[in-house]
């Protein structure tokens, strides 16, 4: 793998919070390739602004009317996390000092 | 009484031919005997459906068509106090505290739930092969896939081991397996019902969709289903008809409109030939068949990509082993923690297309990539809009191929680009019914779809009924 793309695979992951050993990372620099030639097909295409915009400016948004109701006990919110003391969900410690 | 149809089941549940404890009892038996060779489920909730089918043998639930009846759901629909895993090690322990829109209406419609079906991990794949619990089997073929992502569902009634299913559809995930297992997959409007308790993928695309054997059956499985929720905003608010209204009605007149390009692309001569007859059939029934055009079909596969994998990293950013979902054991830092238990709980193919969503959705590629991406799909919806002005309904294959060979997708490319003729109808949000048209390669069934402008799901149904049903005296 060259560096630059091993460098832009590094930050991609980091940007997605995964991380690939040095075998995985070859794989995925040929896969990502693969998928890459297939999506910049996309930049190919001569779409003029007739043709289509970005944005379907023909809707609107949907608001709906804030009402109190009855939700979930903590105790139900809390049944699929981890580790959990006095009704919180506990984390490593995220503050130094 | 296994293999009948969710109509003949009503039928017979009425007439007391047999009680819905005896019909969930049968089904749950030939799991017991078929399902480690097909691997259609996940969870069996045997005691839940026993206590559902006896609710309604005691008279103590409404006496819809649904009701007493055995159905399976997709493992990325969210069952209260079942679990849902959407096919992957970072939810295997996830069980929702809350039951999708969907599951509450079949719940009220007195619906047996038999289980969670087996599925590609978060929806991303074709063949169902990509689950943390291993590849179900076509059960018409064990050496074959059964399509995907909605394997498992369209391999539990081609089983026999329910009478419809729960599936959901991002780029053809219900209509693929659906052609693939010989069945009638709907792919849905966009909007027409709730996402509400589905596990995310690509939020703009997807949509709950039943599967069944026959075409009525599912017009029956999307009545129980349909209608607005507001708690996903993108629910449409409009009165739905029962689908079954005007289903016997037949297509004399009927304009179908046969688009070139779905055609020419890397078909398979026998699916060209086999979708090619049906229309010749809906000819000779009456309708009337126009040649038309969508010129740039090439563009929305690639389009769809960006799009599908722009929201997947979005939606499964929420994976961070903190509230819910695997968490790795060896960590000291927070980031650590969720790097690794991101990268040890999801599976390659998740992973891969995270990165791909994060790298369109970065300041370099965005304008690029990602904002072309999306005139691309309202091109695409425009491009339909004009083919329903010379037409009714348009007519196309689903699949370039029958069921692949197990363990055969040496090429990951291959699934990507076998999804051609099922991604243009989530682009532009609109309607498609698969269901069979013949037999290819090895007897292995060959699907056809019927698509329609949004909101045409009754006259897709009154179309692939009057073309089920063809020949048949009395029908039609």
């Known amino acids: ?90 984390v490593p410690k995220v503050m130094e000092g | 009484m296994i293999n009948r149809s969710v109509y003949e089941h009503y039928i017979a549940l009425n007439k ?19 399902d ?50 959407c096919a992957s090690k970072i939810l295997q322990d996830f069980i929702p505290p809350y039951d999708a829109f969907v599951i509450e209406k079949l719940k009220a419609e007195g619906a047996v739930i038999m289980g969670k079906t087996n599925m590609d991990e978060f929806g991303m794949g074709s063949t169902t092969e990509k689950s943390v619990y291993g590849a179900t089997r076509n059960p018409l073929d064990y050496n074959r896939v059964p399509g995907g992502s909605s394997g498992g569902s369209a391999a539990a009634i081609a089983e026999n081991e329910v009478a419809y299913a729960l599936g959901s559809d991002t780029g053809g995930s219900v209509r693929q397996p659906a052609a693939f297992c010989g069945l009638v997959g709907m792919k849905t409007t966009y909007g027409s019902v ?86 010749k059939e809906y000819e000779k029934m009456g309708a009337e068949l126009v040649d038309v055009s969508l010129p740039n079909l090439n563009s929305v596969l690639p389009a769809y990509y960006i799009l599908s994998c722009a929201e997947a990293s979005s939606n499964l950013a929420r994976y961070d082993g903190i509230r819910y979902g695997y968490r790795t054991d060896d960590y000291i830092s927070i980031e650590e923690l969720y790097r690794k238990s991101r990268s040890e709980g999801f ?77 243009p109808a989530n682009m532009a949000g609109i309607p498609a019914l698969s269901l069979p048209c013949g037999v290819g390669e090895e007897e292995m069934p060959i699907g056809m779809q019927l698509i329609g402008p949004a909101f045409s799901e009754a006259l897709l149904y009154r179309a692939g009924y009057a073309y089920e049903n063809r020949g048949k005296a009395g029908d039609i």
């Open chain 2, 16 to 34: 007391r031919e047999y009680s819905s404890v005896e019909l969930t009892k049968a089904y749950l038996e030939q799991i017991e005997k078929k």
């Open chain 2, 347 to 423: 599976g390659w193919e998740v992973k891969k297309r995270i990165m791909l969503g994060t790298m369109v959705l970065s300041a370099e590629y965005h304008n690029q990539y990602y904002k072309k991406a999306l005139k691309v799909k309202n091109n695409i919806k425009t491009e339909f809009n004009n083919v329903f002005d010379k037409c009714q309904i348009i007519i196309a294959p689903v699949s370039p191929s029958v069921a692949y060979k197990i363990g055969g997708s040496e090429n990951p490319m291959r699934d990507y680009l076998d999804d051609i003729y099922t991604v």
């Open chain 2, 36 to 85: 480690k060779k097909t691997g259609a489920f996940i969870t069996v909730t045997a005691d839940g459906a026993l206590d559902a089918a006896k609710k309604y043998d005691e008279g103590k639930c409404r006496k819809s068509v649904l009701a007493g009846i055995p159905v399976a759901i997709k493992d990325n629909i969210c069952t209260k106090g079942i679990k849902t895993t």
């Open chain 1, 1 to 90: 793998m060259n560096e630059k793309n091993k460098a832009e695979i590094d930050a991609l992951a980091e940007l997605s919070k995964l991380e690939f050993n040095k075998a995985e990372s070859a794989v995925l620099e040929k896969e990502l390739a693969d998928f890459f030639d297939l999506i910049s097909k996309v930049d190919e295409i001569d779409l003029n602004s007739s043709q289509g915009s970005d944005l379907n400016d023909k809707n609107t948004n949907v608001f709906r009317c804030d009402v109190v109701e009855s939700s979930y006990t903590s105790a139900e919110m809390l049944a699929n996390a981890k580790t959990q003391a006095d009704g919180y969900i506990t």
């Open chain 2, 194 to 279: 709730s996402r509400y308790g589905l596990v995310a993928y690509a939020s703009s695309l997807e949509q709950i969709c039943p599967l069944s054997r026959t075409v009525m059956d599912n017009a029956l499985a999307l009545n129980g289903i349909v209608g607005h929720d507001r708690r996903d905003s993108t629910s449409v608010c409009r009165k739905y008809s029962d689908f079954t209204i005007g289903i016997k009605d037949g297509v004399k007149g009927l304009k179908i409109g046969i688009p070139k390009e779905f055609f020419s692309i890397g078909i398979n001569e026998s699916i060209k030939t086999a979708v090619w007859l049906a229309a």
